[in-house]
């Protein structure tokens, strides 16, 4: 199985910016994207970018043109850089990676907080 190890969340002022990354070790061969995953307490978890293996990219609609995600292949991490961020973007972001069978694997989470 693959491990997921992720880094770069913490406390940011509104407007500011944050990059996260999430590295994998172990047999990938069957991934299909991967991405990060967002959840507020009380809240269920949302999606909030993924990549294809295609090199497709899909978007939550509250973060589109402020986030990008991205894929380092030769370091196996996918990359979340987080601009114009808002306090309505503090969670716990999760990376995750998604197999041909749409088996999810995820991460330990990662706290990201936005002050106004």
């Known amino acids: 199985q693959v491990q997921l190890v992720e880094s770069g969340g913490g406390l940011v002022q509104a407007g500011g910016s944050l990059r996260l990354s999430c590295a994998a070790s172990?047999?990938?061969?069957?991934?299909?994207?991967r991405g990060w995953y967002r959840q507020v307490p009380g809240n269920q978890r949302e999606l909030v970018a993924r990549i294809f293996r295609s090199g497709d990219t899909q978007y939550a609609d509250s973060v589109k043109g402020r986030f990008t995600i991205s894929m380092d292949n030769a370091k196996n991490t996918v990359h979340l850089q987080m601009n114009s961020l808002k306090p309505e973007d503090t969670a716990v972001y999760y990376c995750?990676?998604?197999?041909?069978?749409?088996?999810?694997?995820w991460g330990q989470g990662t706290q990201v907080t936005v002050s106004s």
């Open positions: 172990g047999s990938g061969f069957s991934i299909n994207a």
């Open positions: 995750f990676t998604e197999d041909l069978w749409r088996r999810l694997n």
